[in-house]
DNA sequence: AAAACTGTTCCGTTCTCAAGAACGGGGGTT
DNA sequence: AACCCCCGTTCTTGAGAACGGAACAGTTTT
């Protein structure tokens, strides 16, 4: 399905290579780039300056990190689109009626986007930024999406992107994950029950489209002590999927 | 200053080209870019897939878009920002307080870089964003930062970027502007009458490091109606300027 | 003092990017 | 239905640029 480009341009991949490898290690020296790229130091000390030019890379005392340009294209594309503003505004009430951390995200490429998200007041201090992409199959938000899309699209999916195990209640089995997403299909929320992180808990809800297919989820957040019995099983799914409808209606009323 | 690369690499120029071009359409089809950029059609397809490939771009319909890769690299850089994390809940507190339009911004290349905002119960809607890139000469945000940059580096700046006027209230004169600037030294707190948008007025006040320097700046933004009187000259400046404070000193402490 | 780093400059070779034309598929229009 | 027009994509080829290697100029380390 993902088709690769038959004549692709590979100084640009190299470009993208360097901003990837510098995102990674948050900070590098030309020399240092050359050898985990196996590319020329001049080579990259080109790429570098260019890209400083430009200001997606900024240099510092003979360090090179990502610059702040990435914000302008990457909010710009988040900000237009219609999903993101619509939902804001919910996602924050929401974090701050649970007073836990709310979620919004988006599938792309299947795989899961995080746009944003909403501190409530005793929310827990997480690993997750906008812009973060992780697999489908292991968060809530993930298996919301993955639940509203055609199963043909699944199973390319998985196909491409297989599932791994976060943590030992990672579903890893393809039949299995199909009864799930059935299950959540039933339900209307999906669940992760320390299936990303230990001692993790989420709650999350599908937004879907006019033709029942999912554009984006939401989720509540919590630790497994503060998300249990029946906050856990009835009260939050509850109060999730009803947001999760107030988007979806002004997502078609405009 | 600001010194052009020895050996650009021309091909990645043309990538960025691309990018930036998408952005500023939101949505274009491969013909229309050729035209634009007076580039074969064939160069652009194979930019555009190339970038697909590594999520940079999206395509729907025979339309590109930019893709959620850049929100990924650009939140991986703002989040290593120290400024940004120990001044976002201090932002967010403050937008609380004072019901209105609250951002976070830093400077980089001589320009004014949005970092995050918050809004308050009452807060305007704005056309600012993370990412946003404005002039340093007509915001309270970058009349603060210069306020506290050696005077040789905003003389640099203005000989790069010029006086541009936004509003008939906007300073154009370099002298004036070393004036205000000296004004905002001893005040404090910088101040936008109108200078960026009409009825649109902001505070301001600088958040520098041990040696003075200033790195960031935080602003309160609210219309004219809103902002005057003493809310305007003594009780909003006050409460920006100890925000501030409070970031400073978190910002020394770690 | 010199050795070992660093980033930067420069040049020659090789690779490949860019352009242009041709292809194939959809939508309209006549 | 046959036509045309416009789209994105494929393919080829010459011009030009990216790449690597080597030498240079600073710092810091030994």
Redesign the pocket.
Known sequence: ME?E???????????LAILDTLKEANE?????L?NQL????????????TLRKHDFVV?ED???RLGLRFLELGGHSRNQMKLYEVAEPEVRALAEETEEMVNLATHEHGKCVYLYRAKGAQAVELDTYAGLRTGLHSTALGKAMLAHLPESRVDDIIETNGLSAETQHTITDRDELHEELETIRERGVAFDREERLNGLRCVAAPITDTDGRSIGAISVAAPTGRLKGDRFSTDMPDTVHSTANVIELSMTHM
């Open positions: 088709q480009p038959k004549y692709p341009v590979r100084t640009t991949e190299t470009t590098m020296g030309v020399t240092e050359s196996n590319l020329g130091k001049s080579t990259v000390h080109n790429h570098l300056s240099k003979e360090q090179y």
